[in-house]
């Protein structure tokens, strides 16, 4: 009788933790569906702009999608997106440093605004060279970060995000893939790892979002239970 009963709780208390971990597993899998959705939209029409201004050029065989983008290019950054997304929630619980500025939706999409119109500048503004388009775009950059995310964390992912996404356009440009008109940093513009770094920090405010999200539902539910 002691035994069944033992079984009878332990079937209990394995109950919501199981169910928990499921739960956890299946949001994770949304939000990284979400994320890359996202970052494939913003790759098609940012890529758009860029193309249009001819600021980058890809080879005529590779033009497939009615948006005028080679067909990987939405999904490398979709991919990027989701993996940048969910890293930057991550970080911050492992630094026990959870992110608490500005955490609203409304300050989400104006993070994403600002970066679309930090990308807009660089192909659609004119300046003298492109030293002072580095320049302004690198203050833009950090004015981004410093507006709606101020992390440690944040800032030092945001440059390791810009140095590794900057080394692989160069071994692709390089490779032949595709090019960018009046190069000045090697094979890529100069400006190119402010715009890294901006998308860098935009996914992940939106991807902290989401898991905030995420934590809120969560809690909501196990008060009801």
């Known amino acids: 009788m002691a035994d069944d009963n033992t079984q009878s709780f332990l079937r209990k208390k394995r ?10 597993s299946l949001n994770l899998v949304i939000r990284g569906i979400v994320l890359f959705l996202i970052g494939v939209f913003l790759a098609l029409v940012l890529n758009l702009l860029q193309i249009q201004r001819n600021v980058t050029l890809f080879p005529p065989d590779v033009i497939t999608s ?13 991919t990027a997106s989701a993996v940048i997304g ?11 440093e959870p992110h608490k500025f500005k955490r609203e939706w409304s300050s989400v999409m104006r993070c994403v605004a ?44 945001g440059i390791g995000i810009a140095f590794l996404a900057t ?3 160069q071994l692709l440009v390089y490779n ?11 094979y890529v513009r100069s400006w190119l790892p402010c715009i890294f770094f901006a998308g860098g920090i935009t996914m992940g405010n939106i991807g902290r ?9 969560v809690a909501e539910k196990y008060h009801q239970d």
């Open 66 to 78: 009615i948006f005028s983008s080679a067909w990987w290019v939405p999904l490398g950054c979709g």
């Open 114 to 157: 600002v970066f679309v119109g930090i990308n807009h500048a660089s192909a659609k503004v004119d300046f003298a060279n492109n030293i002072q388009l580095s320049l302004t775009l690198a203050a833009l950059s950090i004015g981004l970060w410093w507006t709606f995310d101020r992390s440690r964390s944040g800032f030092g992912l």
């Open 167 to 169: 080394l692989v356009t």
């Open 86 to 96: 969910l890293l930057y929630p991550c970080i911050d619980r492992h630094l026990g």
């Open 176 to 186: 032949g893939v595709y090019q960018y008109t009046s190069p000045d940093f090697l």
């Open 209 to 217: 979002q989401l898991a905030m999200y995420e934590c809120k539902v």
């Open 15 to 24: 109950g919501p933790y199981i169910s928990s971990i499921t739960s956890r």
